[in-house]
Nanobody, 125 residues
Framework: QVQLVESGGGLVQAGGSLRLSCAASGRTFSRPAMGWFRQAPGKEREFVAAIKWSGTSTYYADSVKGRLAISRDNAKNTMYLQMNSLKPEDTAVYYC??????????????????WGQGTQVTVSS
């Protein structure tokens, strides 16, 4: 069994920054694609960013391009999401996810087979 644990969420003012981390532990799998998704109150879960197992390719939702940056350190089994210039509309529970069957990530959350418990990000205006 693989466990994903997010950390780094919190309350920040608009324009501020946060860095989310996602640590993987348990049974290891080789070269999974990974991604970040978020769910705001009353809304469906949506794609935020994803990264290829090698870290050489990244993918972003249009709403976060230029403000958020995804990265990973495979030696530490950890993925990150650097969040800058945060807006109140970024307020949501952020989830990390891993797709053990693919090297290149898909943007469809139904393709991911491992999920973290989520971390709350609140951006005040």
């Amino acid at each position: 069994q693989v466990q994903l644990v997010e950390s780094g969420g919190g309350l920040v003012q608009a324009g501020g920054s946060l860095r989310l981390s996602c640590a993987a532990s348990g049974r290891t799998f080789s070269r999974p694609a990974m991604g970040w998704f978020r769910q705001a109150p009353g809304k469906e879960r949506e794609f935020v960013a994803a990264i290829k197992w090698s870290g050489t390719s990244t993918y972003y939702a249009d709403s976060v391009k230029g403000r958020l940056a995804i990265s990973r350190d495979n030696a530490k089994n950890t993925m990150y999401l650097q969040m800058n210039s945060l807006k109140p509309e970024d307020t949501a529970v952020y989830y990390c996810a891993a797709d053990s069957r693919r090297f290149t990530p898909l943007l469809d959350d139904s393709k991911y087979d491992y999920w973290g418990q989520g971390t709350q990000v609140t951006v005040s205006s």
